[in-house]
C-alpha cells in the first residue's frame, strides 16, 4: 500500500461548495477511507468516515452540509461539501484504513471566506 492521494481543495466564499477526493490503493485488506482535519492551532478531528460496506459517520459539526461516499471499484472517496462556511477552514487530510496499518494523505489547503 502507498500514501492515499487527495485533491480538490481551494478557495471558497462561505456558502459555497467543494468537492474533495482521495485515491488510495487497492487491497483487498481496504476496510474503510475517511476524511479529518486540522485548523491553525487545533487538534486534527475526524470528519467524516465510510466502510467498505458504505456505512459512514459524520462530526455533528459538518452533519447535514457534507457527504462521503466511495467507487470500491476506483477505490476512491468523495468529500461533498456544501454550505461551506469560514470555521471549514482547514487542511483537509485522507486516511485509508486497512486490516494491519493506516495511510495519511498529504493534505490539501480548504479555506473558506467570509
Known amino acids: 500500500q502507498v500514501r492515499p492521494v487527495e485533491s480538490g481543495g481551494g478557495l471558497v466564499q462561505a456558502g459555497g461548495s467543494l468537492r474533495l477526493s482521495c485515491a488510495a490503493s487497492g487491497s483487498i485488506s481496504l476496510k474503510a477511507m475517511a476524511w479529518y482535519r486540522q485548523a491553525p492551532g487545533k487538534q486534527r478531528e475526524l470528519v467524516a468516515r465510510?466502510?467498505?460496506?458504505?456505512?459512514?459517520n459524520y462530526a455533528d459539526s459538518v452533519k447535514g452540509r457534507f457527504t462521503i461516499s466511495r467507487d470500491n471499484a476506483k477505490n476512491t472517496a468523495y468529500l461533498q461539501m456544501n454550505s461551506l462556511e469560514p470555521e471549514d477552514t482547514a487542511v483537509y487530510y485522507c486516511m485509508a484504513e486497512y486490516v494491519r496499518v493506516n495511510y495519511w494523505g498529504q493534505g490539501t489547503q480548504v479555506t473558506v471566506s467570509s
Open positions: 465510510i466502510t467498505t460496506d458504505g456505512r459512514t
